[in-house]
């Protein structure tokens, strides 16, 4: 089955403790992305990944690395999170304009 | 830069009855796609339907229905007999390729209520 699995889908943490949040599609799709939602806003890109080793910022990338070292996973990395990374966040697999998301991951900063 | 727009945060429709969601966005490019995703409680991300740009047939995917007025630059999603599980929060959204890169552009949400 195609899929896109992100992991975990709830996180509570604190301020400056880093964590990752993974994200893996079994489509073999050279394109993936990262969104966060926030209410009233909608979804905006993070970062996206134009193929293994390929990566490029979106419209909101400060506070969030990522990295591309094989094509199936696109971990996002908030490297000292802060309250204002408290969102829902959402990994797509892009084939052509297609984009498949992944279940969500609900992150809360404290 | 591209934008959407959607200017209606929260709508109500009887079930059975039809409903229209607005959106309107603004790009320089030509070649672009349009896409309503629905998002039910679940938070799942759920593509209803889709628009190429270049062709000027509205998509229609059962009770889903499309108004693509590309002069005017607006992309409505029309709902007909409303089911329950229609309940969701709907988001329009713009697709650019340019090169190897695709973009999408989101709307701010419209939350639907089907009501009984």
């Known amino acids: 089955e195609a899929q896109v699995t992100q992991n975990p889908r709830y996180l509570i943490t604190v301020t400056g403790k880093k964590l990752t949040v993974t994200c893996s599609q079994n489509m073999n799709h050279e394109y993936m992305s990262w969104y966060r939602q926030d209410p009233g806003l909608g979804l905006r890109q993070i970062y996206y990944s134009m193929n293994v080793e390929v990566t490029d910022k979106g419209d909101v990338p400060e506070g969030y690395k990522v990295s591309r070292k094989e094509k199936r996973n696109f971990p996002l990395i908030l490297e000292s999170p802060s309250p204002n990374q408290t969102s829902l966040y959402f990994c797509a697999s892009i084939q052509g304009t297609e984009q498949f998301f992944g279940p969500g991951t609900r992150l809360t900063v404290l | 830069a591209q934008t959407v727009t959607q200017s209606q945060p929260e709508m109500s429709v009887q079930e059975a009855e039809t409903v229209t969601l607005s959106c309107t966005y603004d790009?320089?490019?030509?070649?672009?796609?349009l896409f309503w995703y629905k998002q039910p409680p679940s938070r799942q991300m759920i593509l209803v339907i889709r628009q190429e740009a270049y062709k000027q047939q509205n998509a229609t995917e059962n009770r889903f229905s499309v108004n693509f007025q590309k002069a005017a630059k607006s992309f409505s999603l029309k709902i007909s007999d409303s089911q329950l599980g229609d309940t969701a929060m709907y988001f329009c959204?713009?697709?650019?390729?340019?090169?190897?890169?695709?973009?999408?552009?989101f709307g701010t949400g419209t939350r639907l209520q089907v009501t009984l």
């Open positions: 959204a713009l697709n650019l390729r340019t090169g190897t890169a695709s973009k999408l552009t």
């Open positions: 790009t320089s490019e030509s070649n672009y796609y």
